[in-house]
């Protein structure tokens, strides 16, 4: 199984400022994934992350909002852009060899005010 | 997209009790997950399961493809085992997409 860092594991932030959550993960892997799970909710997918390329977004989420970088098989990084209080939710990584169980990292804690 | 549908949405047991979870969706998957997200928001990935099933420990996992449904079976149930179980059928590109969960509290 892979083990999956991800950092900060909390922040507070203004409204209107950026933030950049780092997702590291132990052994290559072929995909990465970031999830959104917003107060009482469950998971939604906000992007695959490709390595070496721009990342794939689902419906709903934007690059200039949410953009991603993937620079080899074992790291990605998401940033959340002039933040708003609506984006305070629990952002988390994933991983996956593909066809295989997905793992997740303990997850970012935003909150913006 | 694809509609997942998880039951009951919320349960509570006395510890030693067994229960069943429940998950439907509306299409075709690759596979499903089950998962659960501990009372720290940390998620532990329980089964791999696209199809038949799968035991360990106290807990199995049935899914039944062509019907489209999974069931998650535990048993002996512990407090430990609190938390919220998100079942996840994989499409494509390995993309998953979550049920809304089930929220478990067992008491002592």
């Known amino acids: 199984s892979a083990v999956i860092s991800q950092k900060p594991s909390r922040d507070i932030c203004q409204r209107g400022t950026s933030l950049t959550i780092q997702c590291q993960v132990d052994s290559q892997v072929t995909m990465m994934f970031w999830y959104r799970q917003q107060p009482g909710q469950s998971l939604t997918l906000i992007a695959t992350a490709n390595q070496g390329s721009e990342a794939t977004y689902e419906s709903g989420f934007v690059i200039d909002k949410f953009p991603i970088s993937r620079p080899n098989l074992t790291f990605s990084t998401l940033t959340v852009s002039n933040m708003s209080p609506e984006d305070s939710s629990i952002y988390l990584c994933?991983?996956?060899?593909?066809?295989?169980?997905?793992?997740f990292g303990q997850g970012t804690r935003l909150t913006v005010v | 997209g694809i509609q997942v549908e998880q039951s009951p949405p919320d349960l509570i047991l006395q510890e030693g009790a067994n229960s069943t979870l429940r998950c439907n969706f509306s299409d075709s998957v690759n596979n499903l997950q089950w998962f659960h997200q501990n009372p720290w928001g940390q998620l532990i990935n329980l089964f791999y399961?696209?199809?038949g099933t799968k035991q360990n420990g106290r807990l199995s996992a049935t899914t039944v493809a062509t019907e489209r449904y999974s069931l998650l079976y535990i048993s002996s149930s512990q407090t430990t085992d609190s938390g919220v179980y998100f079942c996840?059928?994989?499409?494509?590109?390995?993309?998953?997409?979550f049920g809304e969960g089930t929220q478990l509290t067992v008491n002592p």
């Open positions: 994933s991983a996956s060899g593909g066809e295989t169980e997905a793992f």
């Open positions: 996840a059928p994989e499409t494509s590109g390995s993309r998953l997409t």
């Open positions: 399961i696209p199809s």
